[in-house]
């Protein structure tokens, strides 16, 4: 039968180019999640500036299998501890923070620059290129390509923004600039502590093994020097996550991101080729009818589509090869440039993925194939016969199984979205409920497209005449195959609508939530990093200004302490992450929008806390009582909790002194200062009196709140919907055009006849004009229950209304382009097919 296969697809290669189509995609884009997933599982990020140094000792970023957000730094003398193990030749701290060359006086633009101590210079040049190196406060070195661009040499002058003020200093000397790295601006070891705000603190330290010692067994060395202190010991590509350490949350993003993309890639090809291969199986019913007549066993016309579809996914999966490595590239490349992933992370792509990728592809396609062929093997030969005219079965007890347990499970999880998850987290349970609605609605679609039919006939045809008359006929005896061209669109329109609007609830909800927090008159922001924690209190004392105060966003921890029996037994704490802003206890009362419900937002001073009561409620704490907090630089610290207030369902935010969360920042800056007038205050007045507290300092941007939070766009969740819409979609069009372009070759010989019994190209045209019509509105019907299915849920966890928050633009889009795409698929190849004649077109078929 294998034999007979290639004959079938050596006489059969128009219609086979569509199942090669979609196995192409999807093995291109199962190797590019597979290249993902082995970046994201390797999480090579090869050293830039610290490249010389074999070893490389930093502090511990990891959590409870998460990574912390702030840096973890390490004492200053761990350096001499260092330097003190055997086989170590030179031990060089390491420093880096925020600069900004300013442009001008104003400082109205400013270059960014990262800070480092002289020491680190060290690994790079031997010393400085031209110059001197930097002594004292008032001195820096430029690498060369940051002083080429400033266009300043050795003895000149430069204003710079920094620690939250701005300076000007002398350039001192130049340095051969790091292949690859930020543009880097020296200060002497100490000066450069004390503006990274940690004087008694480096980040790294840069270790190289004196000869003939081994990097490895050095760090093993050092890592037992060290003793308890929360440092880890970096060799080979791994040295780059003491420079990036933001790069270590690329990790586990990746492979997540990865592994869904690569499963649902999985599911719709085989539900793309398999729906379809159906249509090409239906289309020869007629010739496997015959042969299972001359004696043919199932088992054989199984094997032979089988082997028909096996050649091709072959030849698909080794065309993908070579691009789906690059496409894995492009994907990092969008990824980083959207703020998902660091773009220090390197690109790996060995054989290993491409070989898993191409089995799981492989794999599908056989799956497709042999659940395509089912019917067509089982049939008896006379029935099969009947069947190759028109279909009329469609409607088997496995296919109602499914469709009642896709029901039941998006039934499901629409209950346990709106009434059991809270907030944006809710996503996690309305996207797969999108899928179960949407799998459900397509094992019924031939049910349903005979419905729609029947409501949509009178309309069509008297706005339609003959032509509508003539394609609901048609509509209504090939109910089956018009379902096959409805269940994409419905993809299609369904599934872009409910992930994209997942999103902008998602993100209105955010902003919602952000607003009702806050009272604050204006916000005032830096473009250089942030400011000094100082000025808050130098604009609270502002004729005019009722408070100010700091407002940090971060991340922390409340600790669970385990028993000594789940101890015993290996059980994970149940820490709870937490959303924290630092505020000014001073400023909180008058810049908070929030009411305390019990203590007092001015008591947020020292090691203190303050909890939404949905929090304090579910851990039995109140004011008065005790948390253990870790910080976003992994310290811990017993709080006292001194207020609670009630939160936005889903958005609950905590607060923490902002002192308390700039000692454990890794700037050590204030991103943002919230201000208040004082009754009788004109926003302008307000805004003229922050202007004078803050003269002089560049970069200061003066908002209102709304303004403030538009600034944050969620980047990372909308790159992951969007990417998800994408693919979900680019499959649907594929199976859109497969089974219009295929349906349209099929009917050559209908044509044809209508042809010659006198209708015109255009009457035909009009016929498939009318059919397409049909066909992209009960898509576009279905579609829309899918997406009111998944957001209606989602809306009530996010405590709003049940519509979903976005541009209506974005649904009229979806579906102006399903709609679109559905004429332009059924008439191109219909009107192809009438350019023959209508006798030779009878003839050969």
């Given at each position: ?84 193990v055997e086989g170590v030749g030179r031990a060089l701290p390491d420093v880096t923070f925020p600069v900004g060359a300013l442009r001008d006086a104003e400082g109205s633009g400013s270059d960014a620059l990262q800070g480092h101590g002289w020491s680190s210079a060290a690994l790079a040049t031997a010393g400085p290129a031209s110059g001197k190196a930097p002594a004292g406060a008032e001195q820096v070195a430029l690498d ?702």
């Amino acid at each position: 039968m294998f034999g007979l296969a290639l004959q079938s697809l050596k006489f059969r290669k128009g219609r086979f180019l569509a199942s090669f189509v979609a196995l192409f995609f999807g093995a291109l884009i199962l190797m590019a999640c597979g290249a993902l997933m082995e970046t994201g599982i390797r999480s090579a990020v090869p050293p830039q500036r610290l490249d010389a140094a074999s070893v490389v000792v930093t502090g511990d970023q990891g959590f409870d299998h998460d990574v912390l957000p702030e840096r973890v730094r390490l004492d200053v003398s761990d350096v001499e501890t260092v330097r003190g193990v055997e086989g170590v030749g030179r031990a060089l701290p390491d420093v880096t923070f925020p600069v900004g060359a300013l442009r001008d006086a104003e400082g109205s633009g400013s270059d960014a620059l990262q800070g480092h101590g002289w020491s680190s210079a060290a690994l790079a040049t031997a010393g400085p290129a031209s110059g001197k190196a930097p002594a004292g406060a008032e001195q820096v070195a430029l690498d060369r390509r940051a002083a080429q661009r400033l266009g300043v040499q050795p003895g000149d002058r430069l204003r710079l923004a920094v620690a939250g003020g701005s300076r000007e200093v002398t350039v001192s000397g130049t340095t051969e600039p790091v292949d690859g790295a930020a543009s880097a601006v020296y200060f002497a070891d100490d000066e450069a502590r004390r503006l990274m705000g940690r004087p008694d603190q480096v980040d790294s330290i840069a270790v190289v093994p004196a000869p003939g010692t081994s990097p490895g067994e050095l760090a093993e060395r050092i890592g037992k020097a060290l003793g308890d202190s929360p440092a880890v010991t970096l060799t080979g590509d791994a040295r780059g996550k003491a420079e990036f350490p933001q790069a270590l949350a690329a990790s586990t993003r990746l492979i997540s991101l990865s592994a869904v993309f690569g499963g649902i890639a999985v599911m719709v090809a085989v539900f793309v080729v398999g729906s379809t291969l159906a249509l090409l199986v239906q289309q020869r019913l007629r010739e496997m009818a015959l042969l299972r007549a001359v004696g043919t066993l199932p088992g054989q016309l199984r094997r032979m589509i089988v082997g028909e579809t096996l050649v091709i996914a072959v030849i698909a999966v080794a065309l993908a090869l070579f691009p789906g490595r690059y496409a894995g590239g492009w994907m990092l490349d969008r990824l980083a440039g959207g703020g998902v992933v660091a773009p220090q992370i390197d690109f790996r792509a060995g054989w290993v993925p491409m070989i898993v990728a191409a089995g799981t592809s492989l794999g599908s396609a056989v799956a497709a194939a042999f659940i395509a062929s089912r019917r067509a093997a089982k049939a008896r030969p006379a029935d099969a016969l009947a069947e190759s005219g028109l279909q009329r079965r469609w409607l088997s007890g496995s296919r109602l199984l499914f469709a009642v347990l896709c029901f039941a499970g998006g039934t499901g999880l629409a209950l346990v979205t709106a009434l059991v998850m809270e907030g944006t987290v809710a996503a996690s349970t309305a996207g797969p409920a999108a899928l179960l609605w949407a799998g459900g609605f397509a094992l019924i679609s031939p049910g349903l497209t005979r419905v729609f039919t029947a409501i949509l006939r009178w309309p069509l045809q008297a706005f339609t005449g003959f032509a509508g008359s003539l394609a609901m006929n048609n509509a209504r005896v090939r109910r089956i195959r018009v379902a096959g061209a409805v269940t994409p669109v419905m993809l299609a329109t369904g599934l872009a609508t409910a992930l994209i609007y997942l999103q902008t609830s998602q993100a209105e909800a955010s902003e919602e939530a952000a607003r009702e927090l806050v009272a604050a008159d204006a916000v005032v922001t830096s473009s250089t990093g942030g400011f000094a924690p100082d000025l808050v209190d130098t604009i609270a004392r502002q004729p005019g200004v009722g408070g100010a105060s700091a407002y940090l966003p971060g991340t922390a921890y409340i600790l669970e302490p385990l028993s000594a029996e789940d101890r015993a037994e290996g059980e994970d704490p149940d820490n709870t992450e937490l959303a924290v802003q630092g505020i000014t206890a001073e400023g909180a009362d008058r810049t908070l929008a929030a009411p305390a419900a019990e203590g007092s937002f001015a008591k947020l001073r020292g090691n203190s806390i303050a909890l939404p009561t949905s929090l304090t409620g579910e851990k039995g704490k109140g004011v008065g009582d005790t948390v253990t907090v870790l910080l976003g630089d992994g310290t811990q610290v017993k709080a006292e909790i001194v207020a609670s207030y009630e939160a936005r369902k889903g958005f609950g935010t905590a607060f923490l002194p902002a002192e308390l969360m700039l000692a454990h920042s890794t700037t050590g800056l204030v991103p943002e200062i919230l201000v208040s007038g004082e009754k009788g205050t004109s926003a302008e007045q307000l805004a003229a009196q922050v202007r004078k507290a803050t003269e002089g300092l560049a970069g200061v941007r003066i908002v209102n709140r709304a303004s403030a939070d538009a600034a944050d766009d969620g980047a990372t969740s909308a790159w992951i919907n969007y990417m998800l819409a994408g693919t979900i979609v680019g499959y649907a069009v594929i199976s859109l055009i497969n089974t219009l372009v295929i349906s349209a070759s099929e009917r050559r010989r209908e044509f044809a006849l209508q042809r010659l019994v006198g209708a015109t190209n255009g009457q035909v045209m009009r016929m498939m004009a009318i059919e397409s019509v049909l066909v992209a509105v009960v898509g576009i019907v279905l579609g829309s229950a899918v997406a009111v299915a998944t957001l209606a849920p989602f809306g009530i966890a996010l405590g709003g209304s049940w519509m979903p928050q976005g541009p209506v633009w974005i649904y009229f889009a979806v579906v102006g382009f399903a709609g679109f795409l559905t004429l332009t698929a059924s008439l191109l190849p219909t009107s192809l097919v009438l350019r023959g004649r209508p006798a030779e077109a009878v003839a050969v078929t």
